[in-house]
């Protein structure tokens, strides 16, 4: 495992500030170090400091990073935007690959149900972030979907089979949750934020096909449009 | 939830150094921050001085904290001592209650299976420290065994019934679990070692039920004797 690939990661799709230094995939790497705190709207305050005393802690050095990941969301837009501008910075300045990994998904591989997985995220506006997820044998998390953006009730009625919901969406809507899916759903409520070191495993799969963000042009994954630019888009659409 | 005790909790159990801050219990909570590094047998030297980190980043006060809570193991003789001096400081110090968690629980809580679950950690000299846990409807954990240390061989003469395995003793032993279990049963490898967090959420039920550490008399739970302990005793039971 020493030859395994060292990758930083960390995610600010939420309030809270995940960072991680991990060694190998998901199945038989480890957790050099990791941490992580609710900093509300203050990522771009705390991240680089934190960053630098998770290597200093953990004895590493920049020199020993094989890539840096980063969460593309969805999520804060405001989060996503630090993130992704100081991965940027973080891997241009030190000529590392830079990863990225859906904030849904480092949700999604710590699940592990049996059942079909929704994982949902709070979206603000009465919406949820949500993609569907199964496990497959060898615990491996596959998606069944692509990443959306809509009202709980709506996901809800998308809602066919026995499934297992996570996310922090799950806390904030529970009362429609519990109110129109039947007993046959299994709430995962703890299951909140994107952890950075499931980030960091994930990554580690994409490092070995090369599969990397371009550093000039690579953007978060917003799933839904900002508000500037639907104020920018509807005037043209609408006349 | 904000009137939910916020508590300050750890473990050194494992090479694995893991600190929270948590507010609340498993279902309803959320962890303030949390921080793990793999620290080797250096816990004394890093720990204060991440907890003192944490605690700033997370703009926490020790006048913010309820209790005290520490991972009581089984695990490294040396690292659950000096877990243990520091929790009794701290709390004494501090006047605050301290509480203690089994680091194998704060492990199961994180399984989740809707099988039989037997969390295994790692106990040197060939042997492995275990003990078995069912997940009850609303996903609460119980034990079904005391803690125990054996030979990894004689675990799996025990067990009778699909299970699934968790712990840092997963992948130590792999060979062994491969080769005389049968398909039935689920490997979560990834699972390795006590979250401090896990500890904190546990222990917001003891502080509940006012289920303290005495702090003069408290030791960790080693489950066997020290190699100390037992040169002392066998000259007797062996004469």
Not at 21 to 47: M, N, Q, Y
Not at 74 to 98: E, V
Not at 131 to 147: A, I, K, M, N, Q
Request: aromatic residues 6%; glycine residues 10%.
């Amino acid at each position: 495992m020493s030859s395994a690939p060292v990758i930083l990661a960390f995610d600010t799709a939420t309030s809270n500030c995940s960072i991680a230094i991990t060694r190998g995939d998901l199945h038989e790497g480890k957790v050099v170090g990791a941490l992580s705190f609710d900093s509300g709207v203050t990522h771009s305050k705390r991240l680089l400091g934190a960053i630098d005393w998770l290597l200093q802690t953990t004895e590493m050095n920049i020199d020993d990073l094989s890539a840096l990941a980063v969460g593309t969301g969805p999520g804060s837009f405001t989060g996503l935007r630090i993130g992704m501008a100081i991965a940027k910075g973080f891997a241009h300045g030190k000529g590392l690959p830079l990863i990225g990994i859906s904030s849904l998904d480092a949700i999604a591989v710590e699940v592990r149900s049996e059942r079909l997985t929704c994982v949902v995220m709070d979206a603000r506006k009465k919406e949820v972030y949500c993609c569907f997820y199964r496990c497959e044998p060898g615990s491996r998390t596959v998606r069944c979907s692509d990443p959306a953006v809509m009202p709980p009730d709506k996901l809800v009625a998308l809602i066919k089979e026995p499934v297992t919901l996570a996310g922090g969406g799950v806390r904030v809507y529970n009362d429609i949750f519990s109110e129109l899916l039947d007993e046959s759903v299994e709430f995962l409520p703890w299951i909140v934020a994107p952890q950075a070191a499931n980030i960091g495993f994930l990554a580690s799969g994409s490092l070995e096909s090369g599969n990397f963000l371009d550093i000039d042009s690579a953007t978060p994954d917003y799933v839904r449009s900002s508000d500037v630019q639907l104020s920018l888009v509807s005037p043209l659409t609408s006349g």
